[in-house]
């Protein structure tokens, strides 16, 4: 006989919180950690048809730093559906206006484009500075695995 697939939910008890200090790390290097993190894939038990991925909060997103000549030359481009509705946005006033959509772009492009990926961008909580108001979660006595990522372990 053939044994059975069974199914599983992971309840929102059973997911972690990490902390990232981005001071000085590079955009996409940054992203690529966050997006595996909230997709799961640093868990043993991964599997891209369940979400099991962590929850995670990025600290001090105003200091984060491209490579090379980027930060001059990256532009974000938006339409708005008519004629003439392209609007450019450089990198450099976006961080300075909304340094949040800068991560937010950057990791929801390396998620999936679906429901899911759209339920795992909630998990991503972006602050400036270094104080979030997470601090219960972070350093509950239920989630003892919770720890605060270093530049060095997410490079």
Partial sequence: M????????????EKSWKVIDATDMVLGRLATNIASILSGKTKIDYNPAVDNGDFVIVCNIEKIRLTGNKANQKVYYSHSGYP?????????????????KVIEKAVQGMLPKNRLGRK??????LYKGSSHPHEAQVSGKKNSENKSVKAEETK
């Fill in 120 to 125: 795992m961008i909630t998990r991503l909580k």
């Fill in 84 to 100: 003439g509705g392209l609007k450019e946005t450089p990198f450099l006033r976006l961080l300075n206006e909304q340094p949040h």
């Fill in 2 to 13: 053939k044994k059975q697939k069974t199914t599983y939910n992971l309840k929102s008890s």
